[in-house]
C-alpha cells in the first residue's frame, strides 16, 4: 500500500457557492430596486400629467396656476430624491459585485496554486468543490468529485472517526487534526490529514464544511 503525508488545511476564504449565493441575492435586490424605480416614476408622472390636462379636473377647468406650480415642484421634488435614492442603491451594489469577484478571484487563486488539498462539503457531506490538489494526489478531478459523498474514497475503518470529527467540529467550531485513508484513483490508499471547520454557520447549524 502507498501511503502520502498531506495537509489538508480549512479553507479561510468565500468558496465559489457562498460567492454565488450572495450574487443571487444582490441580482434579486437589482430588479427589485429598478421595478420600483420604475413605478414610481410612472406614478409620479401621471400625478404631474394630472395637473396639467385640464379634461382631468372637474367640469374641464384646471386649478388655479400657483397651485399647480406647487404641486409640480412637490412632485419633481419627490421624482429627484427617488432618483438620488436609486443611484445610491446602483452604486452600493456595484461596489458589493466588486468585492464579490475580487473575493471569488483570491479564493480561486489560492485554492488552485494550494499544494493543500481543500474540499467544501455540505451539511450532508456531499462534495461542492475541492481544489486542483485532489486531482495531483488522489487522481480525481474536480468534476468526478463533485456532488459525490466525502466518504465515497474515505477508507472504511476510517469513516466513523471522520464523522465523529465533523461532529465535534461543529461544536468547537474547529475541529481536531485527524489522519485518515482515501483511496487513489488507481485504487491504492493514501494517508492524509485533515482538520474540518465550519463555514456559513445560521443558528448553529453549519451551512457548508471545509477541511
Do not use: C
Amino acid at each position: 500500500m502507498k501511503s502520502l503525508r498531506t495537509n489538508a488545511l480549512p479553507e479561510h476564504g468565500v468558496s465559489k457557492v457562498v460567492v454565488d449565493a450572495h450574487i443571487r441575492k444582490i441580482e434579486r435586490r437589482e430588479w427589485w430596486l429598478w421595478t420600483s424605480a420604475i413605478l414610481v416614476t410612472l406614478l409620479l408622472t401621471l400625478g404631474i400629467v394630472s395637473f396639467l390636462v385640464p379634461i382631468l379636473h372637474p367640469q374641464g377647468r384646471a386649478p388655479d396656476s400657483l397651485p399647480i406650480t406647487n404641486a409640480i415642484r412637490g412632485l419633481v421634488g419627490m421624482v429627484l430624491l427617488f432618483d438620488i435614492y436609486t443611484v445610491y442603491q446602483q452604486l452600493q451594489i456595484y461596489r458589493i459585485r466588486r468585492q464579490m469577484a475580487e473575493r471569488e478571484e483570491l479564493f480561486r487563486l489560492i485554492t488552485e496554486n494550494a499544494a493543500d488539498m481543500i474540499a467544501v462539503v455540505d451539511s450532508d457531506g456531499r462534495r461542492l468543490y475541492n481544489s486542483l490538489s485532489y486531482q495531483k494526489i488522489l487522481g480525481y478531478t474536480p468534476e468526478e468529485l463533485q456532488n459525490t459523498s466525502s466518504m465515497d474514497q474515505t477508507h472504511p475503518d476510517d469513516r466513523s472517526q471522520v464523522q465523529e470529527a465533523g461532529k465535534e467540529a461543529l461544536v468547537f467550531v474547529v475541529g481536531r487534526r485527524i489522519e485518515y485513508r482515501m483511496r487513489h484513483k488507481d485504487g491504492t490508499w493514501r494517508f492524509l490529514e485533515s482538520v474540518p471547520a465550519p463555514f456559513g454557520m445560521r443558528k448553529a447549524r453549519p451551512k457548508n464544511w471545509s477541511s
